[in-house]
């Protein structure tokens, strides 16, 4: 399910970083 993360931050990095906490 990692993958998909990391997909939504590729996509969204700035949102994406700092909704998944990365």
């Known amino acids: 399910m ?3 993360d990391h997909t939504v ?3 969204k ?3 994406g ?3 998944f906490g990365g």
Request: net charge positive; proline share 8%; aromatic share 8%.
């Open 2 to 4: 990692v993958k998909k």
């Open 9 to 11: 931050d590729v996509t």
């Open 13 to 15: 990095p700035k949102r």
């Open 17 to 19: 970083f700092h909704g």
